[in-house]
């Protein structure tokens, strides 16, 4: 008995060049890109959910810390590749917390994300190793325009 030589993709010869199918002996898929990961840091639940749904909207995964010390304990499990730090927190604020990881993951790129407009908290924060400062509150297409910059692979990122 003769071998089926009939294409497996149903349809008339027009919808086939149209429409290619993926078949097991096709190119296999292209690797999917790398997520990048986030760790927000605030006390703040709204500022939270806010920061965390426009990442997730950029295809950016988040995990939520609500204090410097909880920060610290998710930076020894996870690699991201920017931590949002607020200032003002309970217990550790934002720039103790900024020292330590600068200590312990120099790697990790940090941004302030907080209310407070001091200049010495800025100048501070800048001298400890902060890649950016955002204000609270902050206009959403703006935050994710900034983030979007924040992410680039480039180790070089400027505020």
Not at 25 to 48: G, M
Not at 51 to 70: F, Y
Request: a negative charge; proline letters at 9%; aromatic letters at 4%.
């Amino acid at each position: 008995m003769p071998a089926d030589t009939r294409d497996p993709t149903p349809g008339t010869p027009a919808e086939k060049s149209q429409v290619k199918q993926r078949r097991a002996w096709d190119d296999p898929e292209p690797a999917s890109p790398i997520k990048r990961q986030v760790l927000i840091v605030d006390d703040d639940a709204q500022t939270c959910a806010l920061l965390s749904k426009c990442l997730s909207d950029m295809g950016v995964e988040t995990q939520i810390a609500r204090t410097g010390e909880h920060a610290l304990d998710a930076l020894q499990h996870m690699q991201p590749d920017l931590v949002l730090l607020d200032y003002e927190m309970p217990g550790m604020n934002g720039l103790k917390c900024l020292e330590t990881i600068r200590k312990t993951r120099p790697e990790v790129r940090v941004v302030m994300v907080t209310a407070s407009k001091r200049p010495d908290i800025v100048k501070e924060a800048h001298l400890l190793g902060a890649v950016g400062y955002v204000v609270k509150p902050f206009d959403v297409s703006e935050i994710k325009k900034r983030l979007t910059h924040f992410l680039e692979p480039s180790p070089a990122v400027a505020s």
